[in-house]
């Protein structure tokens, strides 16, 4: 057999490309599940850390059947609708004017978790926040991001840049203003306000826009008192 | 033929120390950089690149005599991104934070220098045990600086050990303070740089004349 042949080359690497692709097709098949599992208790970590509760990842789904009493979507007129919250993506269900909400129950006090997305720096950001049973004082917020710059930008992350957000009003004389994101040291006029992190400035002017972006479309629930 | 004979404990063993890839061949340095600020994503990477090395070597040894010479390095090539392909989604599966850690760098292993290297200079020249027994050795050479370089970027660096506090609480007290520059890519670059420095000094013949 001639190994310089053109036939035998081409032969040699249609064969090798077709075995890769069926070895790698059965891999990912194979372990689908157990990496499905992973991410859904990825997810639930991010929802129970907005409510200030950190749990390790095979505790997580435990602790959210017990902190989270209901989970239902939203529609742009602020009224329920049928769907299942937790399984859907941020960035389909809002283009499509649905809005997930989960309703946690935190020492007897009922607290509202909503999904946030949007762009960072290099890639997506995404979040929880949690507003109290006035559906205007943040309870709590967790960030998460895809690939911005660590020690920069990457700081989203951090208790110390989420923290700040507890306590702050998305609603002034009943108007929707968001939490800005500005630099720290700077204050942003007629609106609550947190520090944004230095020298991720791309990824801080993200998480304020994915916060009035995504937060825009829960206004109609947050101001309906019906539930 | 013995299965571990003197020259196949010498292609074992050798890349451990003398023949070091990474503090000698000065190979595969980016990435131990990169995933070094803890040990724990260190010794996963160290083990991760070990499976990788190991059964591309087996498996270009074994398909030797039939590469087309013009696409060798593409078969290489393929067989490793299959390799790191299957590794990833294995970490993804039974690793999930540890892979969320590595992000990118368990894809770049692939890129990693080492393993095209002892493709190319070992594998296609050797049968499957050698190039298994070389795989094994060149993976383990390089996981162990990524261990001892993790080792010491976190304990200077966090305070801990594969996440446990190690550094007790009264020495903070005192006011020791962790040094948030080990965290940093320099810092990895430094300790690699004393670990060579330790090394040739015990390891004489490696010095360079000049």
Known sequence: MNRDSNVYTIIYASVMVLLVAVVLAFTSQSLRSFQKQNEDNDKRQQILRSIHVDVKADAAEAQYNELIKEAFLVNAQGQKVEGDAFAADPVKSFAENLYPVFVANVDGQTKYIMALYGAGLWGPLWGYLSLDDDRNTVYGADFSHAGETPGLGAEITTKSFSAPFAGKKLFMNNEYKSIAVVKPGK??????????????TITSQGVDQMIYNSLKGYVPFLTSNNQ | MALLSNKNKEVLTSPLSRN????????????????????????????????????????????????????????????????VTIVSEVLKAFAYDVNKQLSVFVGLIITNCILMGRLEAFALGNGPWESFLDGIGNGLGYGIILVIVGFFRELFGSGTLLGIQVVPQAFYDLGYVNNGLMILPPMALIVVAAIIWVHRSRNKELLEEN
């Open chain 1, 187 to 200: 204050s942003a006029a007629g609106q609550d306000y947190v520090d944004g992190i230095s020298g991720g």
């Open chain 2, 20 to 83: 070091n890839p990474v503090i000698v061949q000065m190979l595969g340095v980016c990435s131990a950089l990169a995933v070094t600020s803890k040990l724990e994503p260190s010794i996963v990477m160290g083990l991760s690149v070990t499976a990788v090395m190991a059964f591309a070597n087996v498996i270009i040894s074994l398909l030797r005599n039939t590469i087309p010479n013009r696409i060798r390095i593409i078969v290489q090539l393929v067989v490793v991104a299959a390799l």
